[in-house]
Structures are given as structure tokens and as C-alpha cells.
């Protein structure tokens, strides 16, 4: 079955997933050079090629190709994690980013990686990301930019709902792992 796009499109989101690291590395380097706006124009695009790699991928044939997919879904989750990291200590480190955001950043990211690894080891595995996980990243990224940009007060109203769209997020997943029937350990 031949889907709505060529394989160009879906070539284009895998090649845009596997440069996003290379984009974090980039941001890390603005952070690092006390270029900090321009940091958040990086922080920015790095989102919106976060958004459109998965959407370019999936829109298009190679979407059928189950390994391909797969290969790419583990790269942009892996390089996602650790441009999110990277960019966040940075911050730490050059931008005085108070080390309680990247805690909490941090915290949500390793809760969220709990519930879904849990969640492979049951007959029902969360594939997707929730919206409301979705949205907690999206607010990840604008305390970032707040940081970067506007200060402290414009990062605290985006912790704070990082903390509350997290915690919506991961009871959803909980209500997903409830339905699911007990781990079978080997």
C-alpha cells in the first residue's frame, strides 16, 4: 500500500532524526558562548525538527518498512534524551540555570523512561507518546527558552507546568499499565 508521500519525504524525517544531535551539539556551543539568544532559536528549530521528523516519516512509504522504522524511532528517542541533557547542563553550567529545573526536567525524563520500559515487559506496551507527555516536553523546551530569554519568572511558569502536564501524563500511562496484564519474568 502506497501511502500519501514518496520515500523523499520520509527520507528527509529520517536524515532530520538523525541530525538533531548535531543541532544539540551546535545549541550547547551557543550556550556555552553566552549566545543566548540565538541558543533559543536553536532550542526552537530543534522542536520543530522534533515535530516534523515523526510526522515526514510516518506520512510516507518507507513508514511501511518496519525495521527502518524502528531504527529511526530508537535514534530519536536516544538523541533526543541526550540533546535534552546536554543542552540542560550547559545551561547549569553558563547560564546559572538553577539546578532544581534541571532536577525537575531530569526527573520527569527518568519517570517517563520507567513507566515505558516497565511497560515492554507487559502485553500492552506504550508505543506513543500521551498528549499531555507531549505537551510537558513542549513546556521542557519553553522553560529553556524562557531561561535563555526572559528570566526566571517566565521559567517558573514553565516548570510549573512541566511538573503538572508530567504528572497528567505519567497517570496516564499508569491507567494504560493497569488494564495490562502482569510482566511474565523469564
Known amino acids: 500500500m502506497e501511502n500519501k508521500y514518496g520515500k523523499i519525504t520520509g527520507w ?13 551539539i551546535a545549541v550547547v556551543y551557543l550556550v556555552a558562548t553566552n549566545s543566548s539568544k540565538t541558543a533559543a532559536v536553536g532550542i526552537f528549530i530543534i522542536v520543530v525538527a522534533d515535530i516534523f521528523d515523526g510526522v515526514m516519516f510516518r506520512a510516507s512509504s518507507l513508514a511501511d518498512n ?15 534524551r541526550l540533546v535534552v541533557q546536554a543542552v540542560l547542563i550547559a545551561m547549569v553550567f553558563f547560564t546559572d540555570l538553577p539546578v532544581r529545573f534541571y532536577l525537575i526536567a531530569t526527573a520527569r525524563e527518568l519517570g517517563i ?17 500521551n498528549m499531555a507527555s507531549r505537551v510537558a516536553v513542549a513546556c521542557q523546551a ?3 527558552i524562557c531561561w ?15 511538573v503538572g502536564f508530567g504528572l497528567i501524563g505519567g497517570w ?9 496484564p502482569e510482566p511474565q519474568l523469564a
Not at 535563555?148 to 512541566?162: C, E, P
Not at 496516564?172 to 495490562?180: D, E, G, N
Request: no cysteine.
Open 66 to 80: 518496519y525495521r527502518l522504522g524502528r531504527i529511526r524511532r530508537v535514534a530519536d528517542v536516544i538523541g533526543d
Open 113 to 129: 523512561a520507567g513507566i515505558v520500559g516497565y511497560s515492554q515487559l507487559t502485553k500492552n506496551p506504550i508505543k506513543e507518546p
Open 142 to 144: 519553553a522553560m529553556a
Open 12 to 24: 528527509f524525517g529520517f536524515v532530520l532524526t538523525m541530525v538533531k544531535p548535531i543541532f544539540g
Open 172 to 180: 496516564q500511562y499508569s491507567q494504560v499499565l493497569r488494564k495490562a
Open 148 to 162: 535563555l530569554t526572559a528570566g526566571f519568572t517566565a521559567s517558573l511558569v514553565a516548570i510549573a507546568l512541566l
